[in-house]
């Protein structure tokens, strides 16, 4: 389970159309910080993930 207090990025939005969101793993978790950093892996992942996810939504 992961706890996130993401929904500012989300909470204007959700009012107009449903949301969901994509999170990926940074080092030590950190986020919105210098020494922030993700593998590129990571990214990738999130990518195939969203790709997905958008193709089942368009094919119904």
């Given at each position: 389970?992961?706890?996130?207090?993401?929904?500012?990025?989300?909470?204007?939005?959700?009012v107009v159309?449903?949301?969901?969101?994509?999170?990926?793993?940074?080092?030590?978790?950190?986020?919105?910080?210098?020494?922030?950093?993700?593998?590129?892996?990571?990214?990738?992942?999130?990518?195939?993930?969203?790709?997905?996810?958008?193709?089942?939504?368009?094919?119904?």
């Amino acid at each position: 389970d992961m706890i996130s207090r993401a929904y500012h990025d989300s909470l204007f939005m959700a009012v107009v159309a449903p949301v969901a969101m994509v999170f990926i793993p940074c080092y030590r978790g950190y986020s919105h910080r210098p020494d922030e950093f993700t593998s590129i892996q990571a990214m990738e992942n999130g990518v195939q993930v969203l790709a997905h996810t958008l193709a089942a939504l368009a094919s119904g």
